[in-house]
T-cell receptor, first 114, second 112 residues
Framework: ETGVTQSPTHLIKTRGQQVTLRCSSQ?????VSWYQQALGQGPQFIFQ???????GRGNFPPRFSGLQFPNYSSELNVNALELDDSALYLC?????????????FGPGTRLTVL | QQQVKQSPQSLIVQKGGISIINCAYE??????FPWYQQFPGKGPALLIA?????SEKKEGRFTISFNKSAKQFSLHIMDSQPGDSATYFC???????????FGIGTKLQVIP
């Protein structure tokens, strides 16, 4: 067990709605990254937060946004949901933002957009 | 645009055999190449990683071979076991940052 938890496990939304996904990092981990994993694909980097500030972003539109809180929890918010947003969303936490710090992934939230 | 190309997408190996998964990359700025293992219902977990200053790294039954000039790297699983059945992702990153680019994944099934 990595100690990284995500909620909810599954979620169904309709197109145009907004969704908030939550991640609880391991204690002491000041870095959290979010990934989108479409069915049959590898995870794609969405963005990273380091000490509550965005610290890098992948090729995702601004309707994907995030927050990181001092209590090692974080959120991924997606506005104006599209059908292609259906995927497994993974968060990964680490002790720091460099590659010397291993990322520990949570089990993910499966989002279905109808 | 797939920056890390992985093959095969599925692989069936008999118990005790060698599983081989291949990856190729385009971006010469990549300088860190991890492999992840993902079981159903779980997130990926780091298995083994290599930097381009070495051609091979071995940890137990898992070996990464790296060919910098060909921009290719591969994972070898020796003495494959049914418990190794999982999806394996090769990945790459650069500049010491955790923005990791993953391959498409290889679903490995080890049959008794």
């Amino acid at each position: 067990e990595t100690g990284v938890t995500q909620s909810p496990t599954h979620l169904i939304k309709t197109r145009g709605q907004q969704v908030t996904l939550r991640c609880s990092s391991q204690s002491g981990h000041n870095t959290v990254s979010w990934y989108q994993q479409a069915l049959g694909q590898g995870p794609q980097f969405i963005f990273q937060y380091y000490r509550e500030e965005e610290n890098g972003r992948g090729n995702f539109p601004p309707r994907f946004s995030g927050l990181q809180f001092p209590n090692y929890s974080s959120e991924l918010n997606v506005n104006a949901l599209e059908l292609d947003d259906s995927a497994l969303y993974l968060c990964a936490s680490s002790l720091g933002a460099s590659l010397n710090n291993e990322q520990f992934f949570g089990p993910g939230t499966r989002l279905t957009v109808l | 645009q797939q920056q890390v190309k992985q093959s095969p997408q599925s692989l069936i190996v008999q118990k005790g055999g060698i599983s081989i998964i291949n990856c190729a990359y385009e971006n010469t700025a990549f300088d860190y190449f991890p492999w992840y293992q993902q079981f159903p219902g779980k997130g990926p977990a780091l298995l083994i990683a290599i930097r381009p200053d070495v051609s091979e790294k071995k940890e137990g039954r898992f070996t990464i071979s790296f060919n910098k000039s060909a921009k290719q790297f591969s994972l070898h699983i020796m003495d494959s076991q049914p418990g190794d059945s999982a999806t394996y992702f090769c990945a790459a990153s650069s500049g010491g940052y955790q923005k990791v680019t993953f391959g498409i994944g290889t679903k490995l099934q080890v049959i008794p």
